[in-house]
Antibody, heavy 121, light 105 residues
Framework: QVQLQESGPGLLKPSETLSLTCTVS??????????WGWIRQHPGKGLEWIGY???????YYNPSLKSRITMSVDTSTNHFSVRLSSVTAADTAVYYC?????????????WGQGTMVTVSS | IVMTQSPATLSVSPGERATLSCRAS??????LAWYQQKPGQAPRLVIY???TRATGIPARFSGSGSGTEFTLTITSLQSEDFAVYYC????????FGGGTKVEIK
């Protein structure tokens, strides 16, 4: 079955750029119909939708983060990525990658385990 | 779109019914999902399309509603159902509610 695994730095300094990658196994990212998304969760808080990308590269970002986000997909290596620029302490969170349920529905059925990102000087 | 969940905490005895509410600040039609999250785990999709159970979700979970008012009902709560539940609208990008914690009474 499809599995997702996030990878990236656990610690960044303010003003740096966060880069996270989600590796997809057990299925092809090129298979149409799915959104590949990023969601984060601040410590002890609720969930925040970051955005998604399709296999063809169509993106849709959270308006509050749009100026700092770039998502990309690499079908040759079966992974997708997110870059968040100019990070601050407010970007400290667990970051999840996820796959949509299908039919281009922006509800996420398969999730990675999450990766903790801390922004601190 | 702002998603408001109520109550913040719901205390229920095992075997009883739990009813969780989610309200949208404007219509999201049926573009509404529910997730279950246990401590230290990623969220798990429970319901999408307001009322469609996700793969592997037991029939004791049901969703209803459309427009701005939605409900997640869990009949006969099992020990594994005690968790935090989030609603998410995906009609206009995607926003989550603040969550409802279902705890053992």
């Amino acid at each position: 079955q499809v599995q997702l695994q996030e990878s990236g730095p656990g610690l960044l300094k303010p003003s740096e750029t966060l880069s996270l990658t989600c590796t997809v196994s057990g299925g092809s990212i090129s298979r149409g119909g799915y959104y590949w998304g990023w969601i984060r969760q601040h410590p002890g808080k609720g969930l925040e939708w970051i955005g998604y990308i399709s296999y063809s590269g169509t993106t849709y970002y959270n308006p509050s983060l749009k100026s700092r986000i770039t998502m990309s997909v690499d079908t040759s290596t079966n992974h997708f990525s997110v870059r968040l620029s100019s990070v601050t302490a407010a970007d400290t969170a667990v970051y999840y990658c996820a796959r949509g349920v299908g039919d281009y529905i922006n509800a996420f059925e398969i999730w990675g385990q999450g990766t903790m990102v801390t922004v601190s000087s | 779109i702002v998603m408001t969940q109520s109550p913040a905490t719901l205390s229920v005895s095992p075997g009883e019914r739990a009813t969780l509410s989610c309200r949208a600040s404007e219509s999201v039609y049926s573009n509404l999902a529910w997730y279950q999250q246990k401590p230290g785990q990623a969220p798990r999709l429970v319901i999408y399309g307001a009322s469609t159970r996700a793969t592997g979700i037991p029939a004791r979970f049901s969703g209803s509603g459309s427009g701005t008012e939605f409900t997640l009902t869990i009949t006969s709560l099992q020990s594994e159902d005690f968790a935090v539940y989030y609603c998410q609208q995906y009609n206009n990008w995607g926003t989550f509610g603040g969550g409802t914690k279902v705890e053992i009474k």
